[in-house]
C-alpha cells in the first residue's frame, strides 16, 4: 500500500507544479512581452530496492516559448517593441546585464530611462541611460535616443544615446526567477545593429490564454484523480489491518 500511496502523493505534487507554471502564465497573459514558460513530464525511475521499470512523472519547465506576441500601437513615443528578433539590454536587481521585450520605458526619480518594472535600460556604452531634461523625445528604429532639450529652440536637437540591443543565439538565454532573461554565466551580450525597434508600439505577451486555462482545469482534474487515490489507499490499508486483526 505504501508504494499506491508514494505514487499517488508523487503525482498530486506534480500536477501542483504543472499548475504552478500553467497559472503563472495565465496570469501574463496581458503583461507586455511576456514570454511563456513551457510546461512537461517526463518520465524518473524510482531509486532504490525494485524492478528497473518502476517510474514516475516529473513536472519540468524545460524552456520559455520565444515567439513574438502582436505589435500593438500606442502613438506613446516611449514605447518601444522590438521588430522581430532581439532584445533591449537592462540591469537587474543584482547589477547584472539582463534581457527583456518589455518597451513600456519611463523616467525614474533619476532621470534614467527604466522599464515598466523599474529596471535601468542599457545604453551601447555600456551604462544605464541617463537623461537631461528635455521638451521632446525621440527613439529612432535602430534605438537611438535623440531629444530636444530644455529651453533650446525647436530645430535644435541632440543624439543623447542609443538603446542597447542584442541578438543572441537560440538556447543562450534563460528565465531567471524575476522575469528577466539571462546568459548562463551573467555575461554581457555584444550590441546587435541589425536589431530593429519600432517606437509608438508595444509588444503583447504571447500567451495563449485558452490553451492555458484548459491546461490549469485538466491538471485539477489529474490533482483530484491522485487524491481519491490516496484515499483509496488509505481505505485498503485498513480493510487489509482488519482482516489480519481476526486471525
Same mark, same amino acid.
Do not use: C
Given at each position: 500500500? $505504501?508504494?499506491?500511496?508514494?505514487?499517488?502523493?508523487?503525482? =498530486?505534487?506534480?500536477?501542483?507544479?504543472?499548475?504552478?507554471?500553467?497559472?503563472?502564465?495565465?496570469?501574463? @497573459?496581458?503583461?507586455?512581452?511576456?514570454?511563456? $514558460?513551457? @510546461?512537461?513530464?517526463? =518520465?524518473?525511475?524510482?531509486?532504490? &530496492?525494485?524492478?528497473?521499470?518502476? %517510474?514516475?512523472?516529473? =513536472?519540468?519547465?524545460?524552456?520559455?516559448?520565444?515567439?513574438?506576441?502582436?505589435?500593438?500601437?500606442?502613438?506613446?513615443?516611449?514605447?518601444?517593441? *522590438?521588430?522581430?528578433?532581439?532584445?533591449? @539590454?537592462?540591469?537587474?536587481?543584482?547589477?547584472?546585464?539582463?534581457?527583456?521585450?518589455?518597451?513600456?520605458?519611463?523616467?525614474?526619480?533619476?532621470?534614467?530611462? %527604466?522599464?515598466?518594472?523599474?529596471?535601468? %535600460?542599457?545604453?551601447?556604452?555600456? *551604462?544605464?541611460?541617463?537623461?537631461?531634461?528635455?521638451?521632446?523625445?525621440? *527613439?529612432?528604429? &535602430?534605438?537611438?535616443?535623440?531629444?530636444?532639450?530644455?529651453? $533650446?529652440?525647436?530645430?535644435?536637437?541632440?543624439?543623447?544615446?542609443?538603446?542597447?540591443?542584442?541578438?543572441?543565439?537560440?538556447?543562450?538565454?534563460?528565465?531567471?526567477?524575476?522575469?528577466?532573461?539571462?546568459?548562463?554565466?551573467?555575461?554581457?551580450?555584444?550590441?546587435?545593429?541589425?536589431?530593429?525597434?519600432?517606437?509608438?508600439?508595444?509588444?503583447?505577451?504571447?500567451?495563449?490564454?485558452?490553451?492555458?486555462?484548459?491546461?490549469?482545469?485538466?491538471?485539477?482534474?489529474?490533482?483530484?484523480?491522485? %487524491?481519491?487515490?490516496?484515499?483509496?489507499?488509505?481505505?485498503?490499508?485498513?480493510?487489509?489491518?482488519? *482482516?489480519?486483526?481476526?486471525?
Amino acid at each position: 500500500m $505504501d508504494k499506491v500511496l508514494y505514487l499517488a502523493m508523487s503525482g =498530486a505534487r506534480e500536477n501542483m507544479r504543472s499548475q504552478q507554471a500553467h497559472a503563472n502564465n495565465l496570469a501574463n @497573459a496581458t503583461t507586455t512581452g511576456f514570454k511563456a $514558460d513551457f @510546461a512537461q513530464a517526463r =518520465a524518473m525511475q524510482v531509486e532504490g &530496492d525494485g524492478f528497473n521499470s518502476r %517510474v514516475y512523472a516529473m =513536472a519540468e519547465r524545460p524552456g520559455t516559448n520565444m515567439s513574438s506576441g502582436t505589435l500593438m500601437q500606442t502613438g506613446r513615443s516611449m514605447d518601444v517593441a *522590438i521588430d522581430g528578433d532581439g532584445w533591449i @539590454a537592462t540591469i537587474d536587481a543584482d547589477g547584472n546585464e539582463a534581457y527583456t521585450r518589455q518597451g513600456e520605458l519611463q523616467i525614474n526619480s533619476l532621470n534614467q530611462l %527604466v522599464t515598466h518594472s523599474g529596471d535601468q %535600460v542599457m545604453g551601447n556604452g555600456g *551604462i544605464p541611460i541617463t537623461l537631461p531634461p528635455f521638451e521632446q523625445l525621440e *527613439i529612432g528604429g &535602430d534605438g537611438t535616443i535623440t531629444i530636444r532639450p530644455a529651453g $533650446d529652440a525647436a530645430s535644435e536637437l541632440a543624439i543623447l544615446d542609443r538603446i542597447k540591443l542584442v541578438n543572441p543565439d537560440a538556447g543562450e538565454l534563460f528565465k531567471g526567477v524575476d522575469g528577466m532573461m539571462h546568459t548562463g554565466n551573467n555575461q554581457p551580450l555584444l550590441p546587435d545593429a541589425n536589431v530593429k525597434i519600432r517606437s509608438g508600439f508595444l509588444e503583447s505577451s504571447n500567451v495563449n490564454s485558452i490553451s492555458e486555462l484548459t491546461s490549469v482545469i485538466d491538471l485539477a482534474r489529474q490533482f483530484e484523480m491522485q %487524491v481519491k487515490m490516496m484515499k483509496t489507499a488509505e481505505e485498503n490499508s485498513s480493510a487489509a489491518t482488519q *482482516i489480519l486483526s481476526l486471525q
